[in-house]
């Protein structure tokens, strides 16, 4: 009689376990994409008030608010995923609930039953003389063995009621709690929204008046898209050259290239922090969108004065000069990783250079206060997605 009473709250409570642990972890994930979230909208802010520093609108300066707002937006797409996860366990809390209070009652049933027999046999029931009126040894064994089965089984119902009581109140707790974290969880949706509707308002306008100068923007494009191109070109003529130089040497050790793939998702960034303001491969121009252009890495912007750093063991291979910024390329066995952009450069070409190691101080713009490094990786003559590796 016992393990069939007990076996069903085990259970229920075991699945509910189960269940609790599967959407802690998940919601421990939403809380640390929620505050990465956060701290890069914080960091894009501050990025903007240096570039609002100047009254000309920029480029660089729209495609921040752009990168801004693409954050907001997978901000409120976090906030949202956790509402329906406060909701949806709410919604298990309240089933939870029903069940025990149905337990609940039927362990008052079957102790109320209980008590009856008790009472009916309170004569029999009196240990000494229920044992000593036995015909014989082995009925008295029985006997024995009854009245300490049945004490047992009065205990265990009170425990089991006891149980139900405090498992329906941790619920009802906790669903509390839920109710007032979807508040809170409403209200700061609610404000990022706003705030989002009105980065979405001034990124509008600033591109209405830079639109006005298509002409200038045209030439900058064509610009860019020439220095772009030439870059591109000596970056892949440089690699090719290394490629040659490694398969002729003997003492590079293969064990690097093995090591760098295995970190695939796990280098850290090339800056102390900053947000992706250009993404790798095609992307429409920001100002024109029938424009398309391509990026080899992605560019990163990061607060004055930042600095460059590696993202893995390995040795620099390439230092060049673009004519105004420096470019420089550590090779970790048969994977390169560029960085670009430099204002100054603080190592040699063959320095060895450890993981976190200052590459060099990355540039300003004059024009705009835009500080961005430009980063690629290359596995062998082919480029990749940096954001693929890093985590």
């Keep these: 009689m016992i393990s069939k009473i007990k076996y069903p709250l085990m259970f229920l409570l075991m699945f509910f376990g189960i269940g609790m642990t599967a959407f802690c972890q998940s919601a421990d994930d939403l809380e640390k994409k929620v505050a990465k979230l956060q701290s890069e909208i914080k960091t894009s802010q501050n990025l903007l008030k240096q570039t609002s520093k100047n009254k000309e609108i920029t480029l660089r300066e729209i495609e921040l608010l752009q990168a801004q707002i693409k954050k907001r937006q997978d901000l409120v797409k976090a906030y949202k995923s956790q509402l329906d996860g406060l909701n949806k366990d709410i919604k298990g809390y309240k089933n939870d609930i029903s069940n025990l209070q149905n337990e609940l009652e039927k362990n008052r049933r079957e102790y109320a039953d209980l008590l009856v027999i008790s009472y009916r046999n309170r004569n029999n029931l009196n240990n000494l003389l229920f044992i000593f009126s036995s015909n014989d040894f082995n009925q008295a064994v029985r006997r024995i063995r009854y009245i300490k089965q049945f004490n047992e089984l009065l205990k265990q119902k009170m425990v089991d009621i006891d149980n139900n009581k405090s498992d329906i109140k941790v619920r009802i707790d906790k669903t509390e709690a839920d109710k007032k974290r979807i508040e809170q969880l409403y209200a700061q949706q609610k404000k990022e929204v706003e705030a989002l509707n009105k980065d979405k308002k001034s990124l509008n306008d600033k591109v209405a008046k830079l639109k ?108 060049f000069n673009t004519g105004s910024t ?66």
Excluded at 283 to 292: A, E, M, Y
Excluded at 338 to 350: H, M, P
Excluded at 365 to 370: E, L, T, Y
Aim: aromatic share 6%.
């Design 212 to 319: 006005k100068d298509e002409k200038k923007i045209k030439n900058e494009i064509a610009q860019k898209e020439k220095e772009t191109k030439a870059l591109q070109a000596k970056i892949k003529k440089l690699i090719e050259e290394e490629i040659a130089r490694r398969r002729a040497d003997a003492t590079i050790d293969p064990k690097l290239s093995a090591s760098f793939e295995n970190n695939k998702g796990k280098l850290p960034w090339p800056v102390a922090s900053g947000i992706v303001t250009k993404k790798y491969g095609n992307s429409p121009h920001p100002t024109q969108p029938k424009v398309t252009v391509f990026n080899n890495g992605i560019d990163i912007s990061t607060d004055q004065g930042a600095n460059a750093l590696c993202v893995f063991d390995g040795q620099v291979s390439t230092i």
């Design 326 to 391: 420096n470019v420089v390329m550590v090779r970790h066995g048969m994977y390169f990783t560029l960085y670009a952009n430099l204002e100054k450069v603080y190592v040699k070409t063959g320095d060895k250079v450890k993981t976190g190691d200052k590459i060099g101080l990355i540039h300003t713009g004059a024009n705009d206060n835009v500080t961005s490094l430009h980063f690629e990786v290359w596995n062998d003559k082919n480029n990749t997605n940096p954001e693929t590796w890093l985590k």
